[in-house]
């Protein structure tokens, strides 16, 4: 059972958590369907400005099957996630009693700040996907809405702020119906809420600073509304505007991952190759890192294919999650050998899942010998691709101490 969605003990210094007994442990289950047909297509958010037509954000019904299944492919070494939840769940709570927000002050904003590629964002969809389905007995519908800010600085001078006023009148819109539930996502906030003080001093147009106010006056006026959960994110957190900061009700830092969180992340990837017949499946399989450190780390035939994996994942501390998620890939294309490769596997892979869909009943015995006839004839063994995916890692590094040396360079020039 994972235990993130719950009120187990985490232990903050290194994230792990403790046991959940099924025997004791309040069971809570959701029923859902995800959102179908046309209805789950994301539909754009266009605004007019000098007879342009742009797109100011993206909207996505939920829960949605684009976000089905990301909450559990993020890693993370603090409780982030648990803590998301927590606070989601008991901010539109407050605003179900009606609390006085004169008395108890709280925006129901969320700012995610840290390097790219740590998963802020990803993180900020899989809430509302989350989010949509635990609310599901309190909102009949609920939908996330991006904000494109890159589009929203328009290059005619003084419409930036307008735009934006037009893009919240779309948004106010949507949350008229108290029970709709929205989600409203600005990626890479900065761009919209750079600090107004150094805006001034550096002599840019006043234009930007009027983009600035307009985004604080509008999180303001949606703070009334209770139906209503604001998720921003940043990569530079030192530019933000402070008073859009001080309007966060919460402030999370999301980092690259340590050791322990790369070594679920390789499992993840691991057991996912394994499931579709493109490496060999193990007789003991993949061990919990709770489990491989109950066992102290000793080699044996059982812990032997867990033990490279935890090898290489100390290698790879410095590497952010979405460069982690892509090695897997780069493993095989390029690290492989060409005996591995063979060229009709996918093609027959292709034509079995043809197959089922054609027919209504498949029975899960002949889903699993399709499974172990693939595993069989073409699927890598396991060692073999995780010195791959170290070869993989390698790489990788050498290509950012490339990056980073000739970014010295340039500087210098």
Known sequence: LSTEDTDCSVDRESGTQTAVYLETAPLLCHVYRLVSGDEADPTHETLEVSSEVIRGGTRWALPSSAFDGLWDSLVYDSSVKRDLLKYSESA?????????????????????????????????????????????????????????????????????????????????????????????????????????????????????????????????????????????????????????????????????????????????????????????????????????????????????????VWRLAQRSVGLNGRALRKLPLLAHAFHMDSKYRPIQAPLQAKQRVTNNDDSENVSPQRTSASGSERNSSSAVPFLVFVEALQRAVNRRFSDQQLITEYMGDSKSV
């Open 92 to 308: 539109l709570i407050f605003s179900d009693y009606e609390v006085s927000q004169h008395v108890i002050a709280w925006n129901r904003v969320i700012f995610l700040h840290g390097p790219p590629g740590t998963g802020k964002t990803s993180l900020c969809r899989a809430l509302a996907h989350k989010l949509s389905i635990r609310l599901s007995h309190r909102f009949t519908s609920a939908a996330l809405i991006e904000i494109n800010t890159v589009n929203l600085m328009s290059k005619w001078f003084s419409e930036s702020a307008r735009l934006v006023s037009q893009m919240f009148s779309s948004i106010f819109e949507y949350v008229e119906d108290s029970n709709h539930l929205v989600f409203l996502l600005v990626d890479e906030v900065e761009s919209l809420t750079s600090v107004r003080k150094s805006v001034a001093s550096a002599c840019e147009p006043s234009d930007a600073l009027r983009v600035v106010n307009a985004v604080l006056t509008h999180l303001d006026q949606l703070k009334h509304c209770p139906n209503v959960l604001v998720m921003a994110t940043s990569n530079v957190s030192g530019i933000v505007d402070p008073a859009f900061l001080d309007r966060a009700d919460i402030r999370a830092y999301i980092g690259p991952p340590s050791a322990v969180a790369i070594y679920s992340i390789y499992a993840s990837c691991l057991n996912e190759l394994i499931r579709v017949g493109l490496i060999e499946r193990q007789k003991s399989g993949l061990l919990n890192y709770r489990v491989l450190s109950a066992l102290q780390f000793v080699e044996s035939s059982v812990t032997a294919p867990s033990l490279a």
